[in-house]
């Protein structure tokens, strides 16, 4: 029997096993591919959210505890020379102990979540952030003048947002002054200009109308 008869056959299908599992192989690294991608996308988006989510919790309390200490430090005598009643200290010293309690126990370890999760940038600024909030009490628990004291703490609200603007920007949010308050290029606000005014929601009854006759006459 010759066999060259049957070669060409034998070649076609040879090529053609040979194809269909090239093709098999090229799927299976495909969709190894895709799912790995898959995978690290889904992993990239958790990530983002968790960081986003420790951010916010760690802002909101740094915020909390600069409201918290300037609550403490007003009643600071102001010179220094005026003087401070009994009742001030006893205040100021329970006040600033439970102060350090919460940097202690709630702000460090918010700290070290941050600093886990954060790149390096943010996780410095979030450690002098830290700091800020314990180096300001010194004028507080020296029971030393206000005028010593609320210049630390504005350099601490700085710190802070220089903080707030490194966690925006690693988590692809654009920069902004958190320094330009509304209020000093807007009179109206916080209310919006193209809204119906207060003087709108009066309403018309017999004593409004009594007052508005009065004013004329």
Known sequence: MNMDIFLPSLLTGGFAIVGGIGGIVVSSQLARRNEASRLAAEDARRWLGDRRALYA??????????????????FLPYWGDEGISDEDKEYIEGALHDYINRWDNELQPALLEVQLMANPEVADLADRASGALMEITTPIELKRSFVEYYP?????????????????????????DLTAFPAKNDSEWPWLADRPSRDSYIQNHPRNEESEEGQKE
């Open 152 to 176: 630390g703490w504005f350099q601490a609200k700085d710190l802070v947002h220089v903080l707030h603007n490194s966690m925006r920007m690693e988590l692809g949010l654009p920069k902004f």
């Open 57 to 74: 919790k760690y802002l909101v309390l740094v915020e909390s505890m600069l409201r918290e200490i300037d609550s403490i430090g007003v």
